[in-house]
């Protein structure tokens, strides 16, 4: 207890010992300042050493809110130096730090910030990310930018808020980086999802011999090889671990199970976690959630029953995210929900980890509802919790509640990462947005996100399949690290917009820089070939895919080359085909026959075809829908009708034709013959119009698009009102001359409607981008880059 008659007694006898001693035994604020009182009078103040125990201390008692106390304090030394500086900054908050620093120039013009003082500022700069730039400068001019201590710390900062490229100029900038700096930037790299880049930079540790490797930095490569599954690179961890006398430390033992766990190598982490004595609690997470990854739902439950049978440690929320079979969630609904309920009477189930967990795994199995009431009871969600929903939705088809759910993490201010954007950019690629899609662009630059190899794939992908191919082609060229899925989604994008020579030279393009390709690769540029009409390619290169690269052909590789052969009109080899490869006989190839039949009109083959069909897909009224159309452009009614009535007696209803267009930020969608649209009367006045014109210029309604035994009059009038030609009459109507159209359909497109559409985009000079149900057509003054193959 320090009072008042302590202090002033023997005053004139009161050292500087005697002053610290009072001043560590201080309990409130107000003791401090009957000390500093009394130093005054005493002529003990300014002492440096005692302010700066008063600052310590007053740092310690009051805390943030102590702040203007301590400035105070700090303002009454006339010379401070800069070690009383430092305390200073690191007992304020961060609100406090960088503008102080901000007016030493002018305040204290003899003090000089040392590595020290920025190593302090970088930790307050953290948390208002707009400084770290001026901060970078200020240590950059005051000549800092290759000193490890500092370098660690911005480094840390820049990591902290993903700007990933920018941290490693700065790690590159120290000529000899300490192992601490090593550390930072691995440990920063993996917490960003930049595995490949972690273990780069781990390569370039080994062999560089400025720093020796410590336990932390054995414990954070680790994840980065355990996500990669590179059971090599997590075998040569282990050995130095070994070699370093790491490889008893807990963290690095945990971390090897959990890396042999990821890469498969489930009997290694088995062995390393009974050769533990007494396995403790991170332990048996790391191997709970080891046997969760592997399937070995069992196993992982007969471990947390060990657990707590044991008694000794409690369950906590590693365990319960370890436990929950996430990766293998199908046949497991019950545990899932004996889980929640053990999760809930243990009182983790609020844990922003376990939530996470739970939303995730009840978005795996489709129960929305259920992930989004554990999400809305979250009382803290990080970002995690928001991306689990958020992804959810995207991969279930909810995209309007996708899109709405990140409007609401952006009205909470939660800054959205690299996995945020790649899956909203996913949503938009669904909704077929362009307008959307370049929103979450926008965001992307102006929260400066880090552009690493996934978000550019899934801008890539969003571009593409909004129409802008041009786009989609610019990023990928900017790209300076491209992974096969990036190739692949280039090479899809030229595939789906019917650019096959492009595709063919960008695959070959991607073999030039020794990139493998993958099943996935060879769909992609198989499904370009068919669409492009480059048959003899296509089958070399289906060719090329078994004999050259091993890769077995799945049932999509045997379809898209029935697809093929049947769209180049060669429908008896695509027959052939399907006979000499049984393994293929799925509904996927059978149907890629119909198509085929549809397109040719071949009515034999097709009741083959269908027949096969109706065996193996007995609910799908796609089928019937081709064959009664082929029968109808054929002039069948009769066996038209038949299949029509079959269909209805099975109570398959085929799905309606649709069409959407954005106009501005709205959606806007059609149906043949719809009058819902506000503008209706107007759509259909300015189409007489237009189709008027057209018949000036030459149009003939293709009325085989009409597909009933009606007069020829009256077909006309059938194909006149298709839910494309009214979403690009609206169109027109409603953007300015010159505007292009960009409209999204369900169906594949009709002849007429390509006809029209084509004879439209001469008349009106407008570009008329369509998407049917399998490409997109580019129409320009009359001409469509299909070339009228589709």
């Known amino acids: 207890m320090v009072d008042g008659s302590m202090l002033w007694s023997g005053s004139a006898s009161f050292g500087r010992q005697r002053y610290l001693g009072i001043i560590s035994a201080a309990t409130t604020l107000r003791h401090l300042d009957q000390i500093l009182a009394h130093s005054i009078v005493s002529s003990h103040h300014p002492d440096l050493i005692t302010v700066t125990a008063l600052l310590r201390r007053v740092s310690d008692l009051g805390g943030s809110a102590a702040a203007p106390h301590a400035l105070r304090l700090f303002s009454s030394v006339e010379y401070p130096d800069i070690f009383l500086l430092n305390v200073l900054l690191r007992t304020l908050p961060h609100s406090f730090a960088l503008p102080l620093l901000s007016s030493l120039p002018c305040r204290y013009p003899h003090l000089r910030p040392n590595s020290f003082t920025y190593a302090t500022v970088a930790s307050a700069a953290a948390a208002r990310p707009e400084s770290i730039a001026a901060l970078h400068a200020r240590i950059v001019v005051d000549g800092f930018a290759n000193d490890p201590y500092v370098g660690s710390a911005l480094?840390?900062?820049y990591l902290n808020s993903s700007q990933v490229s920018i941290a490693e100029k700065v790690f590159d900038a120290i000529p000899e980086p300490d192992t601490v700096l090593w550390n930072t930037l691995i440990s920063g790299l993996v917490d960003n999802c930049s595995f490949s880049r972690a273990t780069s930079v781990f390569q370039r540790m080994?062999?560089?011999?400025?720093?020796k490797f410590s336990s932390t930095t054995l414990a954070v490569i680790l994840p980065a090889a355990a996500e990669l599954q590179d059971l090599i690179l997590g075998s040569l961890v282990h050995c130095l671990a070994i070699k370093l006398g790491f490889a008893s430390l807990t963290h690095i033992v945990t971390g090897l199970i959990s890396m042999y766990s990821k890469c498969a190598n489930i009997c290694a982490a088995e062995l390393l976690f009974r050769e533990i004595e007494f396995p403790d609690i991170i332990a048996h997470n790391a191997m709970i959630s080891?046997?969760?990854?592997?399937?070995?739902?069992?196993?992982?439950?007969?471990?947390?029953?060990?657990?707590?049978?044991l008694g000794v440690e409690t369950p906590n929320s590693s365990t319960m995210v370890g436990l929950i079979p996430v990766f293998n969630p199908f046949g497991y609904e019950l545990l899932v929900t004996c889980i929640h309920g053990f999760s809930i009477k243990a009182g983790i189930a609020l844990n922003s980890a376990v939530s996470t967990s739970f939303t995730a795994i009840y978005c795996r199995v489709d129960d929305m509802e259920s992930a989004r009431r554990v999400f809305d009871a979250m009382p803290k969600k990080n970002i995690a919790s928001w991306n689990a929903m958020i992804s959810g939705y995207t991969q279930n088809g909810m995209t309007e509640m996708a899109i709405s759910l990140f409007k609401e993490m952006q009205v909470s201010?939660?800054?959205?990462?690299?996995?945020?954007?790649t899956s909203i950019l996913s949503a938009c690629a669904q909704l077929e947005s362009l307008t959307l899609g370049k929103w979450v662009h926008d965001i992307i630059i102006e929260e400066r996100i880090e552009l690493n190899v996934f978000v550019l794939t899934a801008l890539i992908d969003m571009y593409a399949k909004c129409g802008s191919i041009s786009e989609a082609r610019k990023i990928f060229n900017e790209m300076e690290e491209k992974n096969v899925v990036s190739w692949n989604a280039m090479i899809s994008a030229y595939g789906l917009h019917g650019k096959g020579t492009e595709a063919l030279k960008l695959f070959e393009a991607m073999l030039s820089v020794?990139?493998?390709?993958?099943?996935?690769?060879?769909?992609?540029?198989?499904?370009?070939?068919s669409h492009g009409g480059l048959v003899e390619n296509g089958q070399a290169i289906f060719k090329s895919m078994l004999c050259d690269y091993g890769i077995k052909p799945r049932p999509e590789h045997y379809a898209c080359m029935v697809d093929l052969l049947g769209r180049a009109g060669r429908i008896n080899e695509a027959l052939e085909f399907i006979q000499t490869t049984p393994e293929s006989s799925g509904p996927g190839v059978w149907g890629a026959l119909l198509g085929a039949c549809m397109i040719h009109k071949e009515s034999k083959l097709a009741r083959m075809a269908a027949e096969k069909l109706f065996e193996l897909e007995p609910e799908n009224p796609g089928y019937y829908v081709l064959l009664s159309n082929i029968h109808s452009s054929k002039r069948n009614y009769l066996e038209a009708a038949m299949v029509r009535q079959d269909a209805r007696k099975k109570h398959l209803l085929k799905s309606p034709g649709r069409t959407?267009?954005?106009?501005?930020?709205?959606?806007?969608?059609?149906t043949a013959n719809g009058n819902v649209h506000p503008q209706s009367p107007a759509i259909y006045?300015?189409?007489?119009?237009?189709?008027?014109?057209m018949t000036e210029e030459g149009y003939q309604p293709e009325t085989d698009a009409a597909l009933y035994d009606v007069e020829e009059e009256e077909k006309e009038h059938m194909v006149k009102v298709h839910s494309e030609k009214l979403a690009i009459t609206f169109a027109i109507i409603s953007t300015d001359p010159g505007t292009e159209i960009r409209i999204f359909k369900n169906l594949r497109v009709c002849l007429d409607c390509h006809s029209w559409t084509k004879f439209v985009s001469k008349i009106t000079e407008r570009l008329i981008i369509v998407r049917d149900a399998t490409r997109f057509h580019h129409v320009k003054d009359g001409v469509c880059s299909c070339g009228d193959y589709w």
Do not use: R, W
């Open 413 to 421: 201010n939660v800054k959205p990462n690299q996995i945020t954007v």
């Open 206 to 211: 080994m062999i560089s011999n400025t720093a």
């Open 660 to 670: 959407s267009i954005e106009v501005g930020d709205v959606m806007h969608t059609f």
């Open 514 to 529: 020794s990139i493998v390709p993958t099943g996935v690769t060879f769909l992609s540029v198989l499904y370009a070939c």
């Open 155 to 157: 480094a840390d900062l």
């Open 685 to 693: 006045s300015e189409l007489e119009k237009i189709t008027a014109k």
């Open 290 to 309: 080891g046997y969760s990854i592997n399937g070995l739902v069992a196993s992982s439950v007969c471990l947390f029953k060990k657990l707590l049978a």
